[in-house]
């Protein structure tokens, strides 16, 4: 079947070198992962696929089916599932807290700001320069996903239909199971912040149990802590939570690091630590055990067809995150020149699609500076 291309990732370099390699790159895509889990899987797919060649283009697809499928964030997932790849369980546990620890800690400084200032000030300038980027690395992403995934009419077929069900309504958690379903059944038999401390406790099980129940992507995640922290505890008012989501939007790394803003508003930088461990932790859990899992399950032809499905729904489902996305990102000229000057610098220049996010960050602090 795949045989040693599918694991070929781990046999490069000893395993310290491997560990420092997942520990650099994952710790600037922290720092330089704008736009959310739509562009991190994208840049992800490009670096270390295409790029670094740490993972085939298969087994990215397998990976992403799980992340999916399993609960907690899942572009954070897929980094842990990389790392496993690339260096075992050490590798998980290096790039799953190597791609949180930026974002956590700029999120945990924005908290102090906004609990000393009241206010974040305006963020939009960045954030504005930085989404037009992101549709362009999320485009090629998901071409170049597409080639992989959508092999023969069916699984074409299967993410359209997977596309559809999303657009009206259903889950998509459940949509890529019924693909997965449906293509396993089509192929059968052939190969194939300030309280006390005591809160400290209560506050890292809460997120503990969020980051264990949370299926899809970190918007899931708002939902439930505005029914569970704003509308239940009052650990934190509407305006607050809303705060923490544009934190989570406008800075690079997983959107699951909302959880460090509110942790820091209800008990200090105790509570930011205590949250943010909390809501990830389950994620390094279930990311080890289905990783492990994954090796085995892809050599069994009913399995291999599943996530065959499950990956060409996955597809269809990035694609409509980009399509969403465009009319939020392309707003005037100035944003339309900017997707036009990243496409050419991405796909034409060959560019590092990490440098040209910066460097649309660093227009957006310059036009807000002017």
């Given at each position: ?173 459940a949509v890529l199971l ?98 943010t461990v909390g809501v ?52 005037d000229w100035r944003t ?35």
């Open positions: 079947m795949r045989g040693s291309v599918y694991y070929l990732g781990r046999r490069s370099l000893g395993g310290g070198g491997r560990l420092r390699e997942l520990a650099a790159y994952f710790l600037r895509l922290g720092v330089v992962g704008f736009g959310g889990p739509a562009a991190h899987i994208a840049l992800m797919e490009r670096d270390c696929v295409a790029g670094r060649r740490w993972i085939t283009r298969e087994r990215f697809l397998d990976v992403l089916g799980a992340a999916n499928l399993i609960p907690g964030p899942t572009s954070t997932e897929l980094a842990m599932h990389i790392g496993y790849v690339r260096a075992g369980i050490p590798g998980l546990v290096v790039a799953g807290a190597c791609f949180i620890l930026p974002a956590a800690v700029m999120v945990g400084v924005l908290a102090a700001m906004y609990v000393g200032a009241g206010t974040l000030g305006s963020l939009d300038d960045v954030l504005r320069a930085v989404k037009p980027v992101v549709i362009v690395v999320v485009l090629f992403a998901v071409v170049s996903l597409a080639t992989a995934a959508l092999r023969g009419l069916r699984l074409a077929l299967l993410a359209a239909a997977a596309a559809v069900l999303v657009v009206r309504g259903v889950n998509e958690v019924l693909a997965g379903a449906a293509n396993a059944i089509l192929t059968r038999g052939r190969p194939a912040r300030l309280m006390s401390i005591v809160l400290l406790p209560e506050l890292f099980a809460y997120f503990v149990k969020a980051g264990a129940t949370v299926l899809g992507s970190g918007y899931v995640l708002f939902a439930i802590l505005r029914a569970d922290l704003v509308h239940g505890t009052r650990w934190i008012t509407e305006a607050q939570l809303i705060d923490a989501i544009a934190v989570g939007q406008v800075t690079p790394g997983p959107v699951f690091t909302a959880a460090t803003f509110i942790g820091y508003l209800v008990a200090g930088w105790a509570g930011a630590v205590v949250a990830f932790l389950p994620a390094f859990i279930f990311s080890g055990l289905s990783a492990r899992s994954l090796e085995r399950i892809g050599r069994w032809p009913l399995a291999r067809a599943a996530l065959d499905g499950v990956n060409a729904a996955a597809v269809a489902l990035i694609a409509l995150v980009l399509i969403a996305l465009v009319p939020h990102a392309i707003v339309l020149a900017i997707a036009v000057a990243a496409a050419a610098a991405i796909g034409l220049l060959r560019v590092n699609a990490a440098w040209v996010i910066l460097a649309a960050a660093a227009t957006g602090v310059a036009a807000r500076l002017l």
